[in-house]
């Protein structure tokens, strides 16, 4: 069964993705729906959804890598993604502190080493002239 409540929280999720760097804290109760009707806005945006999955050991560095793949799929790739994150991941604090750097500049400092940086760059450049946006670091 399918309510009208859901098809608006669905309609607002969907016009939060739509905007550019559109991000959503969605609060409420456990089983209420926040994670799949963030799926369907997802795909009805055409959009991929990707979350990180905890298992035993997992900690900050998982989770920077598991963030460097995710950004390379965003920037590099140019595909809309939307990234699910529940407080039952929330291993480390710093990933908090990660995630706030990302939603507030769009970069986690010192994330890429120099030499991914330059690769990345270098991916970039058919992009940027594709975009007419000046090529610069």
Known sequence: VFF???????????????????NAMLIGVGGSGKQSLTKM?????GMACLSIEINRGYGIAEFREDIK????????EG???????TD????????LED???VLNTGEVSNLFPQD????ICA???QVCKDNNIPETR
């Open 4 to 22: 009208e409540d859901a098809l608006t929280h669905t309609a607002r999720i969907s016009r939060i993705l739509r905007q550019p760097r559109g």
């Open 41 to 45: 806005a997802a795909f009805v945006g």
């Open 69 to 76: 793949k995710f950004m390379l799929v965003t920037g590099v």
């Open 79 to 85: 595909k809309d993604t939307v990234f699910l994150f």
């Open 88 to 95: 039952s991941q929330i291993v480390d604090e710093t990933m």
């Open 99 to 101: 995630l706030n750097n």
């Open 116 to 119: 991914e940086t330059d690769k």
């Open 123 to 125: 991916d970039m450049i």
